[in-house]
Each structure stands twice: as structure tokens, then as C-alpha cells.
């Protein structure tokens, strides 16, 4: 039998409610990647993604919680900023227009008046469309006041509906997940089938202080 090389970890995992599996990691997926708010020279790193612009939203505590739970074909990659309120100003259309060269993951990240910081994983880039789209990689999440992770519930596939108006994220029992308005200045969420989450903000209606949509490459 060949020798595992050093670079090569493997992993088994195994309990009693699931199928065991075996993973390999390289060492290259398991080093540490530097802290958005570490200098170049800093000795010590944390378990970070690399942001590849400035967040006006995303603090280092918000990431460490976030980054396990994007799926592994994106979780080894750099954060792009896509779309910013701050830098493109607030619409929903340019927010659109900024996504129709991108196939690959997104994250959106909202922060409200209340300084409430929340948002959503999609498995598609966000887009007009005549029906739901996405796939069961897409998640709600908030940090109101906790950090949650709200994932695909099975009950239905309502993950994402855009329109020129409003931008839809979960539906079923009357509600949505997750709603944008047309200027991005207004929103609502409730607790909804698709991902049987409970509201993301402290508050059902809101208002939209900052938004960016994050891509990966």
C-alpha cells in the first residue's frame, strides 16, 4: 500500500444518524489565512477569509462565524465585492446588472438601522426571473442577536425569485424569508417554509442602512 505524502490529511467521519464518510484535505485548505484587519507583517493570523476589498458591514467576528458554513467549492476562496449600496448606490437593478457576468455563489450581507447584521447565501447569482431558482446550498443567516444559520428545510424550493420591483428569498406559509424593495431602502422578513427560519432583524418591516453581495473567485 503507498504511503500517504505528509501534505495529505484524511478524515473520517462517522455518527449515527448519517452515512459515514471519509474526506481528504490538503494542508494548502487547512492554513490559516490572514485577518482582514491584520497587517502584512503580523505574526498571528486567524481562521479568515480574504476579502479582496473593504466591507462596510463585515466586522472579523462576523466572518469567523460565517466562512464554515459557505460550502466547500467556495469556501477556499477569495470574497469579491460585487455590489455595495455604499460604492453603487441604492437599486435594485444595478444590483442586478452587477451580477449578470457572474455563475459562481453570492452572499449578501445587510445591515439595518438598527444595526442588525443579517443576510443570505445563494447558491445563484441574483437575477430577474420568471420563477423560484437556486438550489439547497442557499441559506438565511443573522447575527440578531445570535449567530444562526437558517438552511433549506425541504418543504419547498421557493429559495429565490427576483423581479424588477422587489428581490424574494423564501416563501411559503404567507410570508418570505427575506424581501427587498425596488431602492433597496426597504425590507421584510419573517419566518417562512423554505428555510423555517425565524425573522432576521429585530423587527419584521426594516430599513436598509448597508447592503453588499459578496462573490467568490
Not at 453603487?88 to 438598527?114: A, C, E, N, W
Not at 425590507?187 to 423555517?196: D, I, P, R, V
Request: aromatic share 12%; glycine share 6%; net charge negative.
Amino acid at each position: 500500500m503507498r504511503s500517504i505524502p505528509e501534505s495529505i490529511k484524511i478524515l473520517y467521519y462517522a455518527n449515527t444518524s448519517g452515512e459515514a464518510y471519509v474526506e481528504i484535505v490538503s494542508v494548502k485548505q487547512q492554513k490559516r489565512r490572514p485577518s482582514v484587519c491584520s497587517s502584512e507583517d503580523s505574526e498571528s493570523e486567524d481562521l479568515l477569509p480574504v476579502l479582496t476589498d473593504h466591507s462596510h458591514i463585515f466586522k472579523e467576528h462576523h466572518l469567523d462565524k460565517l466562512v464554515n458554513h459557505i460550502p466547500a467549492r467556495a469556501r477556499e476562496d477569495q470574497w469579491k465585492l460585487v455590489y455595495s449600496t455604499a460604492v453603487h448606490g441604492t437599486s435594485l437593478r444595478t444590483l442586478y446588472r452587477h451580477m449578470s457576468d457572474i455563475d459562481r455563489p453570492v452572499l449578501m450581507v445587510i445591515k439595518d438601522m438598527d444595526s442588525q447584521v443579517f443576510g443570505a447565501f445563494s447558491s445563484d447569482p441574483f437575477k430577474v426571473s420568471s420563477c423560484c431558482y437556486g438550489t439547497g446550498e442557499t441559506f438565511l443567516y443573522s447575527f440578531s442577536p445570535e449567530f444562526q444559520i437558517f438552511r433549506w428545510s425541504g418543504e419547498n424550493s421557493y429559495f429565490l425569485r427576483g423581479f424588477q420591483d422587489s428581490l424574494q428569498m423564501g416563501a411559503g406559509g404567507g410570508h418570505f424569508g427575506l424581501w427587498l424593495d425596488a431602492d433597496l431602502h426597504r425590507g421584510s422578513t419573517y419566518s417562512c417554509n423554505t428555510f423555517c427560519n425565524r425573522p432576521l432583524s429585530r423587527h419584521h418591516d426594516f430599513k436598509i442602512q448597508d447592503l453588499e453581495v459578496w462573490s467568490f473567485i
